[in-house]
Nanobody, 124 residues
Framework: QVQLVESGGGLVQAGGSLRLSCAASGRTFSTYGMGWFRQAPGKEREFVAAINRSGRNTAYADSVKGRFTISRDNAKNTVDLQMNTLKPEDTADYYC?????????????????WGQGTQVTVSS
């Protein structure tokens, strides 16, 4: 099993940047594909970004492509989400997630482990 704890959320003006971080427990972090998801009030949770086990393969939702960057550090058991050019529609609770995968997978669904979430609010 793996436990996930997100940090880095907050309030930012439109056009600004935030960096979310997710710390994972356990000694098998490199066997997990990692993802970020978000859920806005009154909406379903949606995929944001994913990264494969080695960190060399990534995938993004169309709505964040070119603005967000996912990265991971397997030595530190962390996965980050750098969010630039933020928009009010990016306002949501952001969740880190993990699933054991093959080496190159960047799953958009089917995650087994979730963090508690961190809130991001973008003001206009």
């Amino acid at each position: 099993q793996v436990q996930l704890v997100e940090s880095g959320g907050g309030l930012v003006q439109a056009g600004g940047s935030l960096r979310l971080s997710c710390a994972a427990s356990g000694r098998t972090f490199s066997t997990y594909g990692m993802g970020w998801f978000r859920q806005a009030p009154g909406k379903e949770r949606e995929f944001v970004a994913a990264i494969n086990r080695s960190g060399r393969n990534t995938a993004y939702a169309d709505s964040v492509k070119g603005r967000f960057t996912i990265s991971r550090d397997n030595a530190k058991n962390t996965v980050d989400l750098q969010m630039n050019t933020l928009k009010p529609e990016d306002t949501a609770d952001y969740y880190c997630a993990a699933v054991q995968t093959t080496l190159w997978e960047t799953p958009r669904r089917g995650y087994d482990y979730w963090g508690q979430g961190t809130q991001v609010t973008v003001s206009s």
